[in-house]
Every structure is written in structure tokens, then in C-alpha cells.
């Protein structure tokens, strides 16, 4: 019922910035937290990000300072701003958001298929 399209990854060179988007559709009652996880080859997936519909956030030790997560109500999406960039933060990045698709109903988990974002050194 909701779907998320992520867009933005991609390659970077170590020190360069890269943005990611996430753009909710479908049958949205309301959107609640958004977020970005992160998962690198052979690692779990961890959090990088959120964002509260109060817009709170809170952001991963690792990419404090560097990373900017914020987000446009109105166009229900989820922005990722990444800047100096680390071979480190080579992972594929997965949007995530809690939506209510109608008013009885309850809130759920969506994620999206994920982006691959590439740093070299």
C-alpha cells in the first residue's frame, strides 16, 4: 500500500558528497519516523538516520558531522545529505518509514529496495 523509490547513490570519491532521496507513495494516512540504515558486505544492517514527523533526528556515532538526514512533508520524502565522504560508508542504504495508510489502521514498517553507494579511496 505505501511503496518508497529511493534514488541518489551511486560512486563517490573519498572527500566528495553524494544526496539520497526517498519518495513515499500510495495510500498514505500519515508518515511518521523516516530513516536511512546501511548495510556493507558481510555486515548487518545499522542505522544511519532518522527523522521524526516533529523533526527530531538522531544519526549513527559514525556519521555524525557529516551526514544530514531532513525531510518535505508535503512531497512525503526523505532526504540523506553526505558529505566527506569515507570508503568506510560503502554500503547499500535502505530507506525506511513508518506510515499509516488509513486512519483505523496501524502504523507499519516500509522499506525501500535499497541504493548502493560506493566510496573509493
Known amino acids: 500500500q505505501v511503496q518508497l523509490v529511493e534514488s541518489g547513490g551511486g560512486l563517490a570519491q573519498a572527500g566528495g558528497s553524494l544526496r539520497l532521496s526517498c519518495a513515499a507513495s500510495?495510500?498514505?494516512?500519515?508518515?511518521?519516523?523516516m530513516g536511512w540504515y546501511r548495510q556493507a558486505p558481510g555486515s548487518q544492517r545499522e542505522l544511519v538516520a532518522r527523522?521524526?514527523?516533529?523533526?527530531?533526528?538522531n544519526y549513527a556515532d559514525s556519521v555524525k558531522g557529516r551526514f544530514t538526514i531532513s525531510r518535505d512533508n508535503a512531497k512525503a520524502t526523505v532526504y540523506l545529505g553526505m558529505n566527506s565522504l569515507k570508503p568506510e560508508d560503502t554500503a547499500v542504504y535502505y530507506c525506511?518509514?513508518?506510515?499509516?495508510?488509513?486512519?483505523?489502521?496501524?502504523?507499519?514498517?516500509?522499506w525501500g529496495q535499497g541504493t548502493l553507494v560506493t566510496v573509493s579511496s
Open positions: 500510495g495510500r498514505i494516512f500519515s508518515i511518521n519516523d
Open positions: 525506511n518509514v513508518v506510515a499509516q495508510a488509513a486512519f483505523f489502521t496501524n502504523p507499519l514498517e516500509v
Open positions: 527523522i521524526t514527523s516533529g523533526g527530531s533526528t
